[in-house]
């Protein structure tokens, strides 16, 4: 070899020994010392998972995700160093089911006769506290800032209505649906709920309400009875919330890290989740099991994220790739699938779910779901071979909507008039402009009747019961997790944790052992993004233009996105 060829032979083994000790010393650091306390800060959003960026790690990093604080409090449970946790809780945007999963890790935290203690500054402050009350009663002492208040008043989920709005501007819902309970449709087709509609409220409102008794109860150590007279007394002012038994002191964050200095033998070494996750994170060894995320509504195509909202789309091709490439692999033991999705269209889900169902010959797959999996997020879990929820999971509905909404009459109001030609008596089924005929309209509910019908049958082989069992539980109707164990829609309740445990049981392994996950499709590294700049930089923009070009060909006529989805998602306050 030359002299050139060593000399730079001898520069990139510097450089690689350089990077190794740069990074084994940034690992050091983050070590936390003999007696620290994990600190927890949920506020704002907590995305399921957010695909590593490496210029957002460069710049500030990323968000943490509900599986970084679920890992970190898995870790911390096990961690001799750490001796309790502190959670600071400012409006998590996350729904209840998710709150239930890091309710559950909190709660197995303590288990290794660890402390937990909550800061509220305020739950609620001039609105609802329900949520981030209920999340506060899963540690083992609750503090609330002296002018802060415990808004804790029961739920509601109100339903908007646009069918009057249409009537103003001359739009028409020329739509149908296969259930009586697929309720999405009559948001625009109604005024107010039906009897139907107002039913499957009244039973979600009611299955989560209890969910939020019994949970405080417990973590108050009250009866359910206690609790509901508290919350018909409700919303209560901090001297009043003391009096009441539902927080323990009284006091601002300083005088909260003065007690726990006490508790914790004079000195509070605070570590915060994203530093203490730098030393090491808990499924990093141990057998392969593939995480797969399923997020949003289900689209045919590749995944995607709007560029005006950020939320994110499962597509088909990005998410059956990814589950048959996990399939295929020897190496992984296992498919864990993360379903987060109100559903959407029919063939996307049905690509989804065939891929699913294929992997599951090969190896076991279990499907964890999150806040929602309804209609074609139900579609796409229905193949597992056990399904997982936490007891808030919107879920089910299975059933059938489409149609179309009639605008000429708002193009008539704003002076815009319309003519066309045709060939072929069906030539304008899909168009905007005009009403079903009567044989249209025919050939319309025969299709719904297809796919109604398809959907029941697959998911009475995938739960292992007949079609009349399923047909007597779908129509359209959405549970929550807890009704849908009931009824043998879901297996099992619980979180991302479960679903782990079950996938390593079916695989006959070691339930309670580590595993190594791995999150497919895998995320692009830094060197990937910055090699292929300029094709990362075109993505948004033509996901822009077609949030555009579809505004402007459809104009006041966007329904929903595919004949499997939920529109309307009950958010419960």
Known sequence: MSKGGMRALLIVGFLVAGLVLVAFMLRMSSQPSKGSVLELVLDGDIPDHEPVDGLAQLFGGRKLTMRDYIEALRLARDDRRINGLLVAIDGPEVGTAKLQELRDAILDFQRKDKWAAAYLETAGEFSPGNRDYYLATACGSIWLAPPGDINLVGIHAEVAFVRGTLDLLGVVPDMDHIGKYKSAMNTLTDKAMNEAFRES????????????????????????????????????????????????????????EEHLKEKNGGALPLVKVGRYLKSGRYYTRGPKIALIYGLGGVARGENDASPITGEMTMGSDTTAAAIKKASDDPSIKAIVFRVDSPGGSYVASDVIYHEVMMAKNKKPVVVSMGDVAGSGGYFVAMGANKIVAEPATITASIGVLAGKLVTTGFWNKVGITFDAVQRGRHATFFSTGVPYTPEERQIFEGWLQRVYKDFVEKAAKGRGRTYDQIHAVAQGRVWTGEDALRLGLVDELGGLTTAIRRALELAHLDPESRVQLVVLPEPKSFLDRLWNGMEDTRTPFASLQRHFRKLVEEGPSAGPDGVLSMPFVPVLR
């Open 201 to 256: 409220m009244e039973a979600l409102i009611g299955s989560v309400f209890g969910q939020l008794k019994r949970g405080i109860a417990k973590g108050r150590k009250m009866t359910d009875g206690q609790v509901a007279s508290l919350i018909d007394n409700g919303p209560y002012i901090g001297p009043r919330a003391l009096e009441a038994k539902l927080v323990d002191r009284l006091g601002y964050r300083d005088e909260l």
